[in-house]
């Protein structure tokens, strides 16, 4: 999407944590969310953060909201194969029910 | 609950035909959404409709039409394909009213214009 930009590609050493980036335009948006995307299926949610949050934590999963610079950031710890996937950041606008997504970042994992 | 269900999930056009791509929802959402998804561009919004009886556009709402049928259902229409629409299509639903407005996806629709 346009106004919602991360990187394409990340890889990781297994085990190791796994940060993925994410910059959106809307500073009145409501909710942030990070959807994973398996290879041939459609999209899941995988955590969202309200926007009056700065941090959310879900077992290995770690999301980070700093409003100032409209940057959200989803940590995954001690990643494993099972994590490789496409992971998409989105934006709910203020208008409510337009949702945004960014271009996706393929997270590999290395041996 | 079958949740989202769109259909054709496989469609080729030839450059210029028309196609509808439709989409049902049975989780009694209000919000409906089609989206498109390329290599590198993600998923991109296509139209949305907020509620029964009214539909906006989203990042890239040229060369499709869009009708909100009823509660349930939600459909896409290619009135003149281009090559351009090749691409995989997803609908989705969600309730954001007092809610978080997780999204719901279908399974895809891949179309391919020739």
């Known amino acids: 999407g346009e106004d919602v930009e991360q990187s394409l590609f990340l890889s990781v050493r297994e085990g190791d944590s796994s940060v993925i980036n994410c910059t959106y335009t809307?500073?009145?948006?409501?909710?942030l969310y990070w959807y994973k995307q398996e290879p041939g299926a459609g999209l899941q949610l995988l955590t969202y953060?309200?926007?009056?949050?700065d941090m959310k934590q879900d077992q290995r999963l770690t999301v980070l909201l700093n409003k100032k610079d409209k940057h959200l950031s989803l940590r995954i710890a001690d990643t494993q194969t099972g994590d490789s996937a496409i992971y998409f950041c989105?934006?709910?606008?203020?208008?409510?029910?337009?949702?945004?997504f960014g271009s996706g970042t393929r997270l590999s994992i290395r041996p | 609950n079958a949740g989202v269900t769109q259909t054709p999930k496989f469609q080729v056009l030839k450059t210029g035909q028309s196609m509808t791509l439709q989409c049902a929802q049975d989780?009694?959402?209000?919000?409906m959404y089609w989206y498109r998804q390329d290599p590198g561009m993600g998923l991109r919004l296509i139209y949305y409709?907020?509620?029964?009886?009214?539909?906006d556009k989203g990042e890239v709402p040229n060369g499709y039409n869009v009708s909100r049928l009823n509660k349930r259902e939600f459909s896409l229409r290619l009135e003149s394909a281009a090559p351009s629409q090749t691409s995989v299509y997803f609908c989705?639903?969600?309730?954001?009213?007092?809610?978080?407005?997780?999204?719901?996806f279908g399974e895809g629709s891949r179309l391919t214009v020739l």
């Open positions: 989705a639903s969600s309730e954001v009213v007092r809610n978080t407005g997780e999204l719901f």
């Open positions: 809307d500073s009145s948006s409501t909710y």
């Open positions: 953060i309200f926007s009056n949050m």
């Open positions: 989105a934006e709910r606008y203020s208008s409510a029910s337009k949702i945004i």
């Open positions: 989780m009694n959402h209000n919000s």
């Open positions: 409709s907020a509620s029964e009886g009214t539909t």
